[in-house]
C-alpha cells in the first residue's frame, strides 16, 4: 500500500540544523502552521509581503493558509512548483520557509520566501532557517541560482539576505496594497557567495524529491 511520502515526496523531506528542523508539510503540520499564521505575523499598519496574504479578516486567514498550501501540493510539478517547509524549534512550529520554481530541470534557480510567526522574531531564527534552507537547495537539490525579494521598508529581511551572502540586484516599484507604491529590492544567491554556518545541517529524504523535481539520475 502507498503512503503518503510514496505519492507526495516533499512531505518526508527533514532539514535539521541545530535546535531548528525543517519538514515537508503534513496536513497536521499544515494545521499548526495555519493556526500559527492566525494568531499574527506582523503589526497590521505593515505588509511585507508582495501579495497580501495576512490581510485576511480574523477568522480566515487560518483556513486561507492550509487552502494556499494544499492548492500547491495538487498542481505540484518540475516545470511549476512551490516547495514549502514547516520551521520547528524544539518540536514546535514557530514559521514557514520555501522555495517556488518555474522550469526547474532547465533553470535550475528559484525564489526563497519564508515567515516567523511575530513571538519568535528578532532572535536569528530567520537567517539560521535561510542559511538551512540554502544548504538544502544548493548541495541536495540540484539548485545552481536562488533568488529572493524584499521590500525596502522590511530591513529585518533584507538582513538575513545581507547576512547570508545574497547580493543585490534590481529595485522594482510595484503596487502592494491597493494604491500603494512600494521599492521591492531583487537578491541573488550563488554557490561562491553563499555563507554557511557553523552548525551542521543533516538532510533526509532529499533523493526522492530530486526525482520528483525532475532530477532522476542526476547527480547531487
Avoid at 532557517?129 to 522590511?154: K, P, V, Y
Amino acid at each position: 500500500m502507498s503512503t503518503l511520502v510514496d505519492l507526495f515526496p516533499p512531505v518526508g523531506l527533514r532539514v535539521q540544523a541545530g535546535p531548528l528542523e525543517l519538514r515537508g508539510l503534513s496536513d497536521d503540520l499544515i494545521v499548526e502552521l495555519s493556526d500559527l499564521a492566525e494568531q499574527g505575523i506582523h503589526p497590521p499598519d505593515e505588509m511585507p509581503f508582495y501579495f497580501p496574504w495576512t490581510a485576511a479578516p480574523p477568522g480566515e486567514l487560518a483556513r486561507n493558509t492550509a487552502a494556499y498550501h494544499w492548492g500547491k501540493r495538487s498542481t505540484f510539478s518540475p516545470d511549476d512548483f512551490c516547495l514549502d517547509l514547516a520551521v520547528l524549534l524544539d518540536g514546535r512550529v514557530i514559521g514557514a520557509q520555501g522555495v517556488a520554481a518555474r522550469h526547474f530541470p532547465v533553470t535550475r534557480t528559484g525564489e526563497t520566501g519564508s515567515w516567523l510567526g511575530r513571538e519568535f522574531q528578532g532572535r536569528g531564527l530567520g537567517t539560521a532557517m535561510r542559511r538551512a534552507m540554502c544548504e538544502l537547495l544548493f548541495d541536495h537539490l540540484g539548485f545552481e541560482e536562488i533568488t529572493s525579494a524584499a521590500f525596502l521598508d522590511n530591513p529585518a529581511s533584507l538582513g538575513v539576505s545581507r547576512k547570508i551572502g545574497y547580493q543585490p540586484t534590481t529595485v522594482h516599484r510595484l503596487q502592494r496594497r491597493e494604491g500603494e507604491l512600494a521599492l521591492n529590492q531583487g537578491l541573488v544567491l550563488t554557490p561562491e557567495t553563499f555563507v554557511r554556518g557553523a552548525e551542521p545541517v543533516r538532510v533526509t529524504g532529499a533523493e526522492a524529491v530530486r526525482a520528483f523535481i525532475g532530477l532522476d539520475g542526476a547527480p547531487a
